[in-house]
């Protein structure tokens, strides 16, 4: 360095690195902080008791029971996450998903053992048929295509049999055209005003759901979801899908993926201003276990890093099967 590069680098007015010099001042002045009260924790509720079933593909993530869903959403609850998403595993499986609104299956016993344990706790549950039909497509079948206006139909009576059990939110995945304004309408026609929606409003025909896909034995017994399904190059119809849910009901709506569409996030909450929740899907947490496990990784900072990532897009809930881990990571910084 020259004396005159010396005398400019000892008169600079703003050193950026003054505000990085020590984990107190980085902590004093972070632009995004994470919280508990952000995540929702994803549960698969099978049927019996005592069941407790790792899932292969998804370390740490198993398919439990109601009584031990309950369990599991207690132990969350104290350690400060704000509610559960409920996906069901269902006795039995038929061409229309019946299953999905029967006041027994699953999700329904889980929604009212959970609000008579734990009635703080926010219940979300999961309204698509995909998990239901024996066919493992999100709905209806004619002519081998998914036939949108019937589908609707039997969406509607899942998600009055879950707002009737007692769920505090509902949450379409299925992506069928009008299914956010049939059932606002029928929450409405019921007495269930205060039930509110959460629409997957921009979800994308994505190769990270695999491990999903064991997890709630989903996947589809021939072709794929394209046909309602995102396709990932776009980005534009992310909006447009958001304003025509926002236009039919919807009270907070969802960008899944989230890392791989952190710029769909951004987009939506600046353009909307709406409650925004990102899904941090099965294959973005199943990707940072496997490299964890192998040492590639360090993964509580991974983990926090990447949810971190997600809030600063603009997400103001975060969908994550690191929930528990992650909120007792954040308690342990604040130590």
């Avoid at 995540?39 to 005592?50: A, D, I, K, R």
């Avoid at 509607?156 to 069928?176: E, F, K, Q, T, Y």
Wanted: charged share 25%; proline share 5%; hydrophobic share 40%.
């Amino acid at each position: 360095m020259n004396p005159i590069q010396t005398q400019h680098a000892l008169t600079l007015t703003h050193r950026l690195r003054r505000l990085r010099r020590s984990p107190g001042i980085r902590a004093l002045v972070r632009e995004t902080r994470l919280s508990p009260e952000q995540f929702l924790y994803p549960l698969f509720v099978c049927p019996g008791e005592g069941v407790r079933r790792e899932v292969p593909s998804m370390p740490g993530v198993c398919q439990l029971s109601v009584d031990e869903a309950v369990r599991e959403t207690v132990a969350a609850r104290a350690e400060g996450v704000s509610g559960v998403l409920l996906f069901g595993l269902p006795a039995r499986k038929d061409e229309i998903g019946s299953a999905a609104w029967d006041a027994g299956a699953p999700v329904q016993a889980a929604v009212r053992a959970i609000k008579r344990e734990s009635p703080e706790t926010i219940v979300v549950t999961d309204v698509c048929l995909c998990e239901y039909t024996s066919h493992g497509h999100c709905g209806v079948l004619v002519d081998g295509d998914v036939a949108n206006d019937q589908t609707v139909e039997l969406l509607v009576r899942a998600a009055l049999s879950h707002a009737d059990a007692g769920a505090d939110i509902v949450a379409p995945s299925d992506m069928m055209d009008g299914r956010v304004g049939a059932i606002r309408s029928a929450l409405d026609g019921r007495g269930f005003e205060q039930v509110a929606v959460m629409s997957y409003a921009a979800k994308y025909c994505s190769g990270f759901y695999g491990p999903f896909r064991d997890a709630a034995d989903s996947a589809p017994k021939f072709g794929d979801r394209r046909t309602h399904q995102m396709d990932p190059a776009n980005a534009d119809e992310a909006l447009r899908e958001v304003e025509q849910d926002i236009a039919e009901g919807a009270d907070i709506v969802m960008v899944k993926p989230a890392m791989p569409y952190l710029d769909v996030i951004q987009r939506v909450k600046e353009t909307f201003g709406y409650p925004t929740a990102a899904y941090q899907v099965s294959g973005e947490y199943s990707m940072i276990k496997a490299a964890c496990a192998r040492g590639w990784l360090d993964e509580p900072r991974v983990m926090l890093e990447s949810l971190t990532a997600i809030a600063r897009a603009g997400a103001d809930i975060i969908i994550t099967y690191y929930a528990r881990e992650a909120a007792r990571a954040i308690a342990g910084a604040r130590r």
